[in-house]
């Protein structure tokens, strides 16, 4: 269930996973949320080239971003039952904009992007299972005290500042 959902191991990462004992240190996973347009697929690749810098300069900082996940509450069932004891999830980055803001911009995303859920009636669906499934495991984290909101209703830039400000002070 869990697997398809590592986006951000590649190349030098994907290397270092091989050779990582997992009995003897469990890898840090950081969840990745927020509603369809928030900037999460953006975000996540500036996030990954960072994170291959870290992993060069310290090869004990093994980390997984997992983008979109969990979206419900059967995926976190199935991540607890599978992963629960293996990996330790640090928190959430929670890409946090008003839904008019997702909506404009997959708007205008689906005007090149050729996604066929990138038009209105798509939207407002995908916004109410967001609303109703993803916003809840989001407060549940949160009353767990891991959960790192971001504005996301600014610039690419701006928010990547604010990204690597909670990447680095989380370590």
Same mark, same amino acid.
Request: charged content about 30%; hydrophobic content about 35%; some cysteine.
């Given at each position: 269930?869990?697997?398809?959902?590592?986006?951000?191991?590649?190349?030098?990462?994907?290397?270092?996973?091989?050779?990582?004992?997992?009995?003897?240190?469990?890898?840090?996973?950081?969840?990745?949320?927020?509603?369809?347009?928030?900037?999460?697929?953006?975000?996540?690749?500036?996030?990954?080239?960072?994170?291959?810098?870290?992993?060069?300069?310290?090869?004990?900082?093994?980390?997984?971003?997992?983008? /979109?996940?969990?979206?419900?509450?059967?995926?976190?069932?199935?991540?607890?039952? @599978?992963? =629960?004891?293996? #990996? %330790? &999830? *640090?928190?959430?980055?929670?890409?946090?904009?008003?839904?008019?803001?997702?909506?404009?911009?997959?708007?205008?995303?689906?005007?090149?992007?050729?996604?066929?859920?990138?038009?209105?009636?798509?939207?407002?669906?995908?916004?109410?299972?967001?609303?109703?499934?993803?916003?809840?495991?989001?407060?549940?984290? /949160?009353?767990?005290?891991?959960?790192?909101?971001?504005?996301?209703?600014?610039? @690419?830039? =701006?928010?990547? #500042? %604010? &990204? *690597?400000?909670?990447?680095?002070?989380?370590?």
């Amino acid at each position: 269930m869990v697997a398809g959902f590592l986006r951000a191991l590649s190349g030098t990462a994907a290397r270092r996973a091989n050779r990582v004992s997992f009995v003897s240190m469990k890898p840090q996973v950081v969840f990745v949320l927020g509603g369809p347009g928030a900037g999460k697929g953006t975000q996540c690749a500036r996030i990954v080239e960072a994170m291959e810098d870290t992993m060069q300069k310290d090869e004990d900082k093994f980390r997984f971003l997992i983008d /979109g996940f969990p979206r419900n509450q059967d995926n976190l069932q199935g991540w607890t039952a @599978v992963m =629960e004891g293996k #990996a %330790d &999830v *640090r928190f959430v980055l929670f890409f946090d904009c008003s839904n008019q803001v997702c909506i404009d911009r997959c708007l205008e995303r689906g005007k090149s992007s050729g996604r066929s859920d990138d038009n209105r009636e798509s939207l407002e669906k995908r916004l109410r299972t967001y609303l109703q499934s993803t916003r809840p495991i989001i407060e549940l984290y /949160g009353e767990q005290g891991k959960v790192r909101t971001i504005d996301a209703s600014r610039t @690419v830039d =701006e928010v990547f #500042a %604010d &990204v *690597r400000t909670i990447l680095d002070k989380e370590g």
